[in-house]
């Protein structure tokens, strides 16, 4: 079970803080990632973190902006949301893929075997 928190209104070039907690199994390696649905538009990739090893991966249009990060010993993932702009407003989900292999598919929300209800952030101009 996910459950993604954080979310709320704030100004164009301010800071949100999003976290994810995780529970059932949490041991062994697996990958959380990070995805985001605007109205009106399909959901898409924002981050990925894959637990054990570290590694991250960032879409595009958040890169240098949004850093993904965990608390390994709260079970916990974040995203920190930085120099926000009015385009990144939706509803920001967090997912957890149950291994912990990793490529470009991480991208893919098919490739995620559970999802979190979502946490909306509201970006004002």
């Known amino acids: 079970q996910l459950q993604a928190s954080g979310g709320g209104w704030v100004q164009a070039g301010g800071s949100l803080s999003l976290s994810c907690a995780v529970s059932?199994?949490?041991?062994?390696?697996?990958?959380m990632g990070w995805f985001r649905q605007a109205p009106g538009k399909e959901r898409e990739f924002v981050a990925a973190?894959?637990?054990?090893?570290?590694?991250?991966d960032y879409a595009d249009s958040v890169r240098s902006r949004f850093v993904v990060s965990k608390d390994a010993g709260d079970y916990t993932v974040y995203l920190h949301l930085n120099s926000l702009k009015p385009e990144d407003t939706a509803v920001y989900f967090c997912?957890?893929?149950?291994?912990?292999?990793?490529?470009?598919?991480?991208?893919?929300?098919?490739?995620?075997?559970?999802w979190g209800q979502g946490t909306l952030v509201t970006v004002s101009s």
């Open positions: 973190i894959n637990w054990s090893g570290g590694s991250t």
């Open positions: 059932g199994r949490t041991s062994g390696n697996y990958i």
């Open positions: 997912a957890r893929k149950r291994t912990g292999s990793w490529g470009p598919f991480v991208r893919l929300g098919t490739q995620y075997d559970y």
